[in-house]
T-cell receptor, first 114, second 114 residues
Framework: ETGVTQSPTHLIKTRGQQVTLRCSSQ?????VSWYQQALGQGPQFIFQ???????GRGNFPPRFSGLQFPNYSSELNVNALELDDSALYLC?????????????FGSGTQLSVL | SQKIEQNSEALNIQEGKTATLTCNYT??????LQWYRQDPGRGPVFLLL?????KEKRKERLKVTFDTTLKQSLFHITASQPADSATYLC?????????????FGQGTTLQVKP
């Protein structure tokens, strides 16, 4: 177990709705990254949060937004859901500044958009 | 744009044999390359990190090579076991160092038959 927890584990929404996914990072980690993984594909980087600020973003539209809290936990918000948003959403925590930075992933939230 | 390719076809091998997985990348000169294991319905789990100045790295039955001239990494599992059956992902860092913002390949599924 990595110590990274995500909630909920599964979620079903309809097109146009909004969703909030939550992540608690591993103890001692100050950085949270979010990834989207479509079926049969590798994870795609959405964005990273460090010290409560967005610290890099992948090729995702502004309707994907996030937050990081003082305790380093994080939220991913997706507005105006589209069918293609159906995927496994992964949260990964790490410690910024280490030279051998590796990611510790949670088990993900499986989002289905109908 | 940066691109990573892994064998898209599943790899089926007999227990006890060596599994070799390939990761090729283009339009990039990464300082680090990482390998992760992912089981169905779970998040990726970090296995090994290799730096650009390292030709080879080992951990128990795992071995990774990194050829920056060929732009290729090979991942070997020796004396494979059915428990090694999973999807294996290679990943490069999007940043100039080890930022934790990764680009993943699509993964190769390994099936080890008893």
């Amino acid at each position: 177990e990595t110590g990274v927890t995500q909630s909920p584990t599964h979620l079903i929404k309809t097109r146009g709705q909004q969703v909030t996914l939550r992540c608690s990072s591993q103890s001692g980690h100050n950085t949270v990254s979010w990834y989207q993984q479509a079926l049969g594909q590798g994870p795609q980087f959405i964005f990273q949060y460090y010290r409560e600020e967005e610290n890099g973003r992948g090729n995702f539209p502004p309707r994907f937004s996030g937050l990081q809290f003082p305790n380093y936990s994080s939220e991913l918000n997706v507005n105006a859901l589209e069918l293609d948003d159906s995927a496994l959403y992964l949260c990964a925590s790490s410690l910024q500044g280490r030279n051998d930075e590796k990611l510790f992933f949670g088990s993900g939230t499986q989002l289905s958009v109908l | 744009s940066q691109k990573i390719e892994q064998n898209s076809e599943a790899l089926n091998i007999q227990e006890g044999k060596t599994a070799t997985l390939t990761c090729n990348y283009t339009n990039y000169s990464p300082a680090y390359l990482q390998w992760y294991r992912q089981d169905p319905g779970r998040g990726p789990v970090f296995l090994l990190l290799i730096r650009e100045n390292e030709k080879e790295k080992r951990k128990e039955r795992l071995k990774v090579t990194f050829d920056t001239t060929l732009k290729q990494s090979l991942f070997h599992i020796t004396a494979s076991q059915p428990a090694d059956s999973a999807t294996y992902l290679c990943a490069l860092d999007r940043g100039s160092g080890n930022t934790g913002k990764l680009i993943f390949g699509q993964g190769t599924t390994l099936q080890v038959k008893p």
